[in-house]
């Protein structure tokens, strides 16, 4: 399993190279499109539709917690230490040597939606910002226009397993926002709205509301710059959890919306008349209700859906722009400024163990999770 970097590098089409995103089907009339109109296998990064660019899911068994927050070094044996990502012993490294996770590094013109099941993230950045976060809780970071961050694994437990689950999803910015000032906002678990369905058979299905709506339970405010601010563009994450059998119906959006479904764990999943395997992601008509139903066991989905920006999209790593010359700028006011630079004593920096979740802001501003 590669890096990444080395799938972020799949992605792009180089400096000579330019994507656009648009609706494929935007000629097509709406009683002519299918229901579900295509499913696919799901690998480490998860297909993604504009206005998303990426999204990865990260699952590790990470053991007992030294002193330094990282494994012992019976765990480190026979690892490609700096670029981990062959599962050994349950878990990977990534990037880091010591603790598990990705020091610092840059990003330009997109935003960072960390979306944590298990375990903690330890945040730090370029502008000074920290944070610790995780068991329920989400970042939304704004890059703008440009900015430097960590984001490493701490296993915080001495005396007990410390398991990991997340998502990370890239969420793009239009044009007239790519150089907003960059930033962070922490949706704390408890601020996250929790929508609770029972079907007739007593069946329960949990929804939670990382972005968007549905019906009265509103996700918290994203940032300002964001495409999800407007909610014209019905930008939504939804993280479902359904119980064995438990079935409900997810609301329609609009015409034009992109709209995928991502199921990450169960047996199968009864999408309308379809039927979805394990690990399999499916792109779904957005202006009809869809009756969801789970499996002989629990089942999760991830949804993202948004309307799609529609602009070409140059891509190079961690930088996402709109031309070459903007790319091009991009590494040299990197190379010139390092966004910032980086203020801190290590780039894998992690915080105290004895500290709880928190964030301080790069204005100073402090919150304590909630």
Not at 9 to 33: F, R, Y
Not at 58 to 70: A, I, L, N
Not at 85 to 112: A, L, N, Q, S
Not at 293 to 318: F, H, R
């Amino acid at each position: 399993m590669k890096s990444r970097r080395e799938f972020f590098k799949k992605m792009t089409l180089g400096l000579a190279g330019t994507m656009t995103l648009s609706s494929a089907d935007s000629k097509l009339k709406t009683t002519d499109m299918p229901v579900i109109k295509k499913i696919n296998p799901m690998g480490f990064q998860w297909e993604t539709i504009d206005p998303f660019l990426f999204c990865v899911h990260h699952e590790d068994q990470f053991p007992k917690g030294t002193s330094q927050m990282g494994p012992s070094k019976e765990h480190m044996n026979g690892r490609s230490l700096g670029d981990d990502f062959i599962i050994k012993d349950g878990f990977r490294m990534y990037h880091g040597t010591e603790v598990p996770g990705f020091p610092g590094h840059p990003h330009r013109g997109f935003e960072t939606i960390t979306v944590v099941r298990k375990g903690m993230v330890d945040h730090a950045d370029s502008l000074g910002a920290a944070g610790r976060y995780g068991e329920g809780d989400t970042q939304w970071m704004t890059a703008g226009k440009g900015v430097q961050h960590s984001e490493m694994f701490p296993l915080l437990k001495e005396n007990e397993d410390n398991p990991l689950e997340l998502f990370q999803i890239w969420l793009n910015l239009p044009a007239k926002n790519k150089m907003t000032e960059p930033h962070f906002k922490m949706l704390w678990g408890s601020q996250i709205p929790k929508y609770n369905i029972t079907s007739q058979e007593g069946k329960k299905t949990l929804i939670e509301v990382i972005a968007g709506h549905i019906g009265e339970h509103k996700a918290p405010t994203p940032p300002p710059g964001s495409w999800a601010a407007d909610p014209s563009n019905e930008v939504a994450v939804f993280n479902i959890q359904m119980e064995e059998g438990a079935s409900f119906t997810l609301p329609k959006a609009s015409a034009g919306i992109n709209r995928m479904l991502y199921f990450y764990e169960g047996d199968v999943l009864m999408v309308e008349d379809a039927t979805i395997k394990n690990y399999h992601c499916a792109e779904v008509r957005p202006d009809v209700d869809l009756t969801i139903k789970a499996g002989n066991v629990a089942a999760k989905i991830l949804v993202l859906q948004g309307k799609p920006i529609g602009e070409q999209v140059m891509q190079y790593g961690p930088f996402v722009m709109n031309t070459k010359a903007e790319i091009q700028q991009a590494f040299d006011d990197y190379h010139r400024t390092q966004f910032g630079g980086w203020p801190w004593e290590r780039y894998d920096k992690v915080h105290d163990r004895n500290l709880g979740r928190f964030a301080r802001h790069a204005d100073g501003r402090f919150e304590e999770g909630v």
